[in-house]
């Protein structure tokens, strides 16, 4: 069965970093696009980060150069460093994989979410 | 980036009603077009892609419909498990973009 479970998730201060991680089973995050999607208070959805199966990573504007997305295919879990953080960031963060169809925009399954609040 | 807009905010159907909800692209998406729902607590799911291609395990009272820019999920038959926020998302250009979501509730 597939899944993915996130954790991570908590109260930190502006300026401040946090690392979300995405436990995956079921299937190899080495071998999708895996992604970060997150949710503001009220707002819809919000793409954040892409990493493909050849390593190659991508970041909307709004966190680029702050966070990082990474994987440890030895754990098969999935990471989102975010430093800098800001009161804009806080949200749900759900990992994704994508790929339906053959499209890294199409996600197929998503994690429960990790709630990240940034205060100051 | 392309923005997308749903309507309404809000739509409060009864159950077994038919439920119709609208998704505009700011500029042509083709039939790059998606849908997912988002019960409470819960992770959201793939319902439709392709603007009418259900998606694995969808049940056939999901159906989508329309091109370019603007485009229509209904729901006929309403059950309670579909009570959800519902997200369109286009697909044509880079970054995939998502609308601000509608809320069906229970009327």
């Known amino acids: 069965e597939v899944q993915l479970v996130e954790t991570g998730g908590g109260w930190i201060q502006v300026g401040g970093s946090l690392r979300l991680s995405c436990a995956a089973s079921?299937?190899?995050?080495?071998?999708?696009?895996m992604h970060w999607v997150r949710r503001a208070p009220g707002k819809g959805l919000e793409w954040v980060s892409v990493?493909?199966?050849?390593?190659?990573?991508y970041y909307a504007d709004s966190v680029k150069g702050r966070f990082t997305i990474s994987r440890d295919s030895s754990k098969n879990t999935l990471y989102l460093q975010m430093n800098t953080l800001r009161a804009v960031d806080t949200a749900a963060y759900y990992c994704?994989?994508?790929?339906?169809?053959?499209?890294?925009?199409?996600?197929?399954?998503w994690g429960q979410g990790a709630l990240v609040t940034v205060s100051s | 980036e392309i923005v997308m807009t749903q309507s309404p905010a809000t739509l409060s159907v009864s159950p077994g009603e038919r439920a119709t909800l609208s998704c505009r692209a700011s500029q042509s998406i083709s039939t790059t077009l998606a849908w997912y729902h988002q019960r409470p607590g819960q992770a959201p799911r793939l319902l439709i892609y392709g603007t009418s291609i259900r998606a694995t395990g969808i049940p056939a009272r999901f159906s989508g419909a329309g091109s370019g820019t603007e485009f229509t999920l209904t729901i006929s038959n309403l059950q309670s498990e579909d009570f959800a926020v519902y997200y369109c998302?286009?697909?044509?250009?880079?970054?995939?973009?998502f609308g601000q979501g509608t809320k069906v509730e229970i009327k």
């Open positions: 079921g299937f190899s995050v080495s071998n999708n696009y």
């Open positions: 990493i493909y199966s050849d390593g190659t990573t």
């Open positions: 994704a994989r994508g790929g339906v169809n053959g499209n890294m925009w199409l996600f197929d399954y």
């Open positions: 998302q286009q697909y044509n250009k880079w970054p995939g973009t």
